[in-house]
């Protein structure tokens, strides 16, 4: 059985970009998530105390995303 999930940027400015997450884009999100564009590895999902694997994965996919072009995408999503 295959795993999907998604992200979409809500929030970007030079300190930090801000993630909705879920499974799909017309399901309701699970929650957001803010990375630190000074160190992209400095994240967490806002307001909880456990990371979502919807989470984890985008995050890690945007990351790598960033680690080619420089630039945190405006959508991410993951299948696997």
Same mark, same amino acid.
Do not use: C
């Given at each position: 059985?295959?795993?999907?999930?998604y992200?979409?940027?809500?929030?970007s400015?030079? *300190?930090?970009?801000?993630? =909705?997450?879920?499974? #799909?884009?017309?399901?309701?999100?699970? &929650?957001?998530?803010?990375?630190?564009?000074?160190?992209?590895s400095?994240w967490?999902?806002?307001?909880?105390?456990? *990371?979502?694997?919807?989470? =984890?994965?985008?995050? #890690?996919?945007?990351?790598?995303l960033? &680690?080619?072009?420089?630039?945190?995408?405006?959508?991410?999503?993951?299948?696997s």
């Amino acid at each position: 059985m295959g795993f999907m999930a998604y992200a979409k940027q809500t929030f970007s400015n030079s *300190v930090v970009a801000v993630y =909705e997450f879920g499974f #799909r884009p017309e399901e309701p999100i699970h &929650g957001s998530f803010v990375v630190s564009l000074a160190d992209p590895s400095d994240w967490h999902v806002f307001g909880a105390d456990r *990371v979502p694997r919807t989470a =984890e994965v985008t995050y #890690r996919k945007g990351a790598a995303l960033f &680690g080619e072009s420089g630039e945190w995408p405006l959508w991410i999503s993951f299948n696997s």
